[in-house]
């Protein structure tokens, strides 16, 4: 068997550190998508535009009309655990922008070549700063307000990692899926999204009625049924709002399902089975509901610190949550189904 070399405890160096934690953060070219969105969306942007090449393993690009980086924050942008978003624990626990970990920009700058630009109101044009130029030069470039990401050749010095990438046509697809996730729970911002040169996605509806029927299609948007409840008051206080598809708008894959909490998109076992158990007696065999849902609740009542990605979430308490998202979608169910036995159409 294999066995250690006793007794050598070395620091890694900060590139495989960083390369090391990249791999939690930027699995695939659309993790970068993901975190670059994200960030356009905390900076304020009214207008994103996503240009990929070759499903975005040469290339992605993305720029945002968001409020900048002063060109004296650029370097900082890209180091390791360097933030604007929180200074505190109690900031981390009331944490209201997507990102907060400050470790985006620097995992990708050391899986890719990225070059980031920006210009806020105050500069009279744009500075860039590539993260793989060890000395950190600034220059001078044009650009309007906002910033503009451009991240090439994604895992082309960690070929291992290149190796898991499949192909053009499935990184495409699941940078696009990220687009429509971030798109569903920005109806105020626009999206332009380009595939090879082509543009393949744009959701400029600014109401959320509409920017799902873009997303998600006729088929739901003639068998929604709206949810908009409301329970309990101040730090309390839990809402649900979206669209809940009748049964008949269900699907053979839950590939139709958007769960939002506080804006945030996430895969939860309690969530998806809070609405899975309501649709238990109207809903048979394994077919999957379709919905798109936002949860909204004090900040202090989840942890969203529990996955890199933040994908997942803890809700301190998981039960009162559960139950009211269990009764509000049965209760609407209930509604519709109704009266019952000879309205085998509905
Ligand atoms: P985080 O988003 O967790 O703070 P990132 O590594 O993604 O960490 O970004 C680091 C910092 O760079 C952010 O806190 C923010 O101040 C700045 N930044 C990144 N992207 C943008 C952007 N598109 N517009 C404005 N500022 C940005
Ligand atoms: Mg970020």
Known sequence: ???????????????????????????RPSAVVKELLENAVDAGATQIDIRLENGGIRRIAIS??????????????????????????????NVATLGFRGEALASIASVADLTLQSRTAEQPHAWQIRGNDPSRILTPSSGTQGTRVEVNELYANTPARRKFLKSEQTEYGHCAEIVRRIALAQPGIRFTLTHNGKI????????????????LGETFSQSQLPVDLTVGEGKDK?????FIGLPTASRTRGDMQYFYVNG????????????????????????????????????????VNVHP???EVRF???????????????????????????????
């Not at 393949?200 to 997303?215: F, H, V």
């Not at 839990?238 to 979206?242: D, E, T």
């Open 264 to 303: 945030r998109f996430v895969r939860d076992r309690l969530l998806t089975h809070a609405v899975r158990a309501a649709y238990e007696d109207v809903l048979h065999g394994n077919r999957f509901p379709v919905y798109i849902l936002y949860l909204t609740l004090d900040p202090s009542r989840v942890d």
């Open 316 to 346: 301190r308490d998981s039960r009162a949550i559960h139950h009211f998202i269990y009764q509000s979608i049965s209760r609407i169910l209930a509604q519709t189904m109704e009266p019952g036995p000879d309205t085998e159409e509905q």
């Open 1 to 27: 068997a294999p066995s250690l070399k006793k007794g050598i405890i070395r620091l890694l160096p900060d590139t495989l550190i960083s390369q090391i934690a990249a791999g939690e953060v930027v699995e």
């Open 64 to 93: 945002d009309n968001g409020c900048g980086i002063p060109p004296e924050q650029l370097q900082l942008a890209l180091t390791r655990h360097a933030t604007s978003k929180i200074t505190s624990l109690d900031d981390l626990e």
């Open 200 to 215: 393949t996605a744009q959701y400029n509806a600014n109401n959320l009625p509409q920017r799902c029927n873009q997303i």
């Open 309 to 311: 990605a933040k994908i």
């Open 238 to 242: 839990l809402s649900l709002n979206g």
